[in-house]
């Protein structure tokens, strides 16, 4: 495209373009006007002066007229014409730089560079809007692609363990190191399925995130889901050597979906549990505040730091990662939670004191 298409086709070009045109139609239509009615007013104001002259001085009197008329309205209208002119080239100037400034930005965001910023430029409410908008959406952007990239690298991560697992049977099997035998065939196993619960996670908090879960709501005893939820995990507590404490101080209902319900209480036990030395507490409750019905699920194991607390429910977010990793955990269960009880209207929360002094999650849904 060659620059003179490049300014036919501005923004800026074609607003002083459409302001020239307004400008000389007004100010043909003004000398138009001006020499059609100026001489009528002059003749009629000078007979009504009484003053007697010929007609040659009365012919000369009028062209003297409606040439000063002429010369002082073409001076003003030239005038006119170019300090609006200058303007109009000033203000669309401001206003081409702007717009020049969010489709640069724009198409900088469109190739994947998310930290450029339109400034704002003072140019009025929907200017301010329109810059706060485009950041926003950078910022926003920007987000996305991190948590993207972070997730992405997790995911890779936490394949790359049980897969490197059974490579590594597989091939001790084929070199005659081990034998297919039940520890082997174990093995395999419990790696197949730490993938197959990875999929199955990514696939229920995106679903849930989305809002194309299925949920099938049930009047049910709010009471009711926690003892569930213990009972589910009871085995895996006594393995661990954990004490589990259970209050149930309401016998409220509250409509939901029994099993994601108790998919997120059986999500927040577990996660208790990885984090709670044997000898720890694990207390589970259920009461009622107004008219929500409150879980809380609280342990007394390593706790969480205060610049971790506004990240613990984001997909595949630990605090201390390999850590975390050793308890076995997915990285995705609080996301999960998190996803499963917004799909109910609900919300979520996480507290601790600080490291080492254990954590609790409350869990609020609205009774019946």
């Given at each position: ?26 100010a ?11 001489p009528?007013i ?24 409606t ?27 401001r ?21 450029v ?17 485009s ?12 948590t ?35 520890d ?7 790696s197949?399925q ?25 009047p ?10 213990a ?12 004490n589990?404490?259970i209050?149930?101080?309401?016998d ?12 997120v209480l059986?999500?927040l ?6 984090h ?24 007394t ?43 109910h ?15 609790e999650?409350s ?6």
């Amino acid at each position: 495209m060659t620059l003179r298409e490049r300014l036919g086709s501005g923004f800026g070009v074609r607003l002083l373009g459409a302001q020239a045109l307004v400008l000389l139609a007004g100010a043909a239509t003004t000398w138009i006007v001006a020499t059609i009615v100026g001489p009528g007013i002059f003749r009629d104001h000078l007979h009504r002066a009484g003053v007697p002259h010929t007609a040659a001085e009365e012919q000369h009197v009028e062209r003297a007229f409606t040439s000063s008329l002429a010369i002082a309205i073409s001076i003003a209208l030239v005038a006119a014409t170019v300090t609006a002119l200058a303007v109009t080239w000033y203000f669309s100037r401001r206003v081409q730089r702007s717009i020049a400034q969010v489709s640069t930005a724009t198409a900088h965001v469109a190739a994947g560079q998310y930290d450029v910023r339109v400034n704002d430029p003072g140019l009025g409410r929907e200017f301010s809007v329109l810059a706060s908008t485009s950041n926003t959406l950078a910022e926003r952007l920007e987000t996305a692609e991190t948590t993207r990239r972070r997730m992405l690298a997790d995911l890779a991560h936490e394949m790359r363990t049980p897969l490197a697992t059974v490579d590594a049977h597989l091939e001790a099997i084929e070199d005659g190191i081990r034998d297919l035998d039940a520890d082997t065939l174990g093995v395999i196993r419990l790696s197949t399925q730490r993938l197959k619960r990875l999929a199955e996670d990514i696939s229920a908090v995106s679903r849930a995130e989305e809002g194309i879960l299925d949920i099938t709501r049930t009047p049910i005893a709010a009471a009711g889901l926690v003892s569930a939820a213990a009972r589910t995990a009871d085995g895996r507590i006594a393995a661990a050597g954990i004490n589990l404490q259970i209050d149930l101080m309401t016998d409220a209902q509250v409509l939901v979906d029994p099993d994601r319900i108790g998919q997120v209480l059986t999500n927040l036990l577990d996660n208790a549990l990885r984090h709670t030395p044997p000898g720890g507490t694990v207390r589970i409750s259920c009461s009622l505040r107004g008219r929500w019905v409150q879980y809380v699920v609280a342990d007394t194991g390593d706790g969480i730091a205060p610049e971790h607390l506004s990240h613990v429910f984001e997909r595949f977010y630990r605090a201390d990662a390999a850590r975390a990793r050793a308890h076995g955990g997915s990285g995705i269960g609080l996301s999960i939670a998190k996803a499963l009880v917004e799909a109910h209207g609900g919300e979520i929360t996480a507290s601790s004191p600080g490291p080492g002094r254990g954590a609790e999650f409350s869990v609020r849904l609205r009774v019946i």
